[in-house]
Nanobody, 126 residues
């Protein structure tokens, strides 16, 4: 059975940093696209960063230079290092994979993401 479990969210002040983790079970992360999405209240879910099956990395323009996505294949874990956080980064952050499809399906960085974790909340105060 496939599970994506996020952790690492919290509350920080503007300019602070957080590292999100997504532990994956049930499949090998390097065989699928993996990504981070976020959804702020009243807004559409949006892609933040992704790694495709060839290891290519993509970022949303709004986070370039501030966020870094990485993947530890030995631990089957995806990370998102977030620095220079801004109040606009406040959102629920979701780990996603293209291993399957569910209630939500979004295309980002050339991959169709349809399998999601439960999310971890990030709040950035000014």
């Amino acid at each position: 059975q496939v599970h994506l479990v996020e952790s690492g969210g919290g509350s920080v002040q503007s300019g602070g940093s957080l590292r999100l983790s997504c532990v994956v079970s049930g499949y090998t992360v390097r065989r699928y696209c993996m990504g981070w999405f976020r959804q702020a209240p009243g807004k559409e879910r949006e892609g933040v960063a992704a790694i495709d099956t060839d290891g290519r990395i993509s970022y949303a323009d709004s986070v370039k230079g501030r966020f870094t996505i990485s993947q530890d294949n030995a631990k089957n874990t995806l990370y998102l290092q977030m620095s220079s956080l801004e109040p606009e980064d406040t959102a629920m952050y979701y780990c996603a994979s293209n291993i399957g499809s569910g209630a939500y399906y979004y295309t980002f960085a050339g991959c169709g993401f349809g399998y999601w974790g439960q999310g971890t909340h990030v709040t950035v105060s000014s």
